[in-house]
């Protein structure tokens, strides 16, 4: 069998479509999270410090922002987060969602913020 890759997601800009926030980091640390959200469940409103992406593994999750903006992402899609952005998810279809997401931030910094 040969090696197979396939590209993802690739870009410089978040889902909102403003361009990523430039980082610079001193002591640089990644986290991978695999997330899962029961149907109809909503997470709490938060925010992140640091650059994360998100892979749609399985559901429909549908992104709120503080000043009402939402989308709706579904399996295979990416979502690239808003940095320091007031937003929950909720699961608004009818399977379980699974999302394996990425944090680049320096090291010991907390993931997310509660409000």
């Known amino acids: 069998m040969t ?3 396939e590209m993802l997601a690739q870009t410089n800009a978040v889902w909102n479509g403003d361009k990523l926030t ?3 980091l001193e002591n640089p640390e990644i986290s991978l999270l695999k997330i899962s959200l ?3 469940e909503k997470l709490p409103m938060h925010k992140h410090p640091m650059i994360n992406v998100a892979y749609m593994l ?3 999750l549908t992104v709120h922002t503080e000043d009402g903006t ?3 992402f579904c399996a295979g899609e990416p979502i690239v987060e808003v940095i320091d952005t007031w937003h ?3 699961n608004t279809g009818d399977e379980p969602v699974e999302m394996v997401v990425t944090y680049v931030g320096e090291k010991g910094m907390s ?3 509660n409000k």
């Open 3 to 5: 090696a197979r890759k």
């Open 22 to 24: 430039p980082v610079k």
């Open 38 to 40: 029961p149907v109809g």
């Open 58 to 60: 399985k559901g429909q």
């Open 70 to 72: 939402q989308k709706t």
């Open 88 to 90: 929950y998810g909720e």
């Open 111 to 113: 993931l997310s913020e």
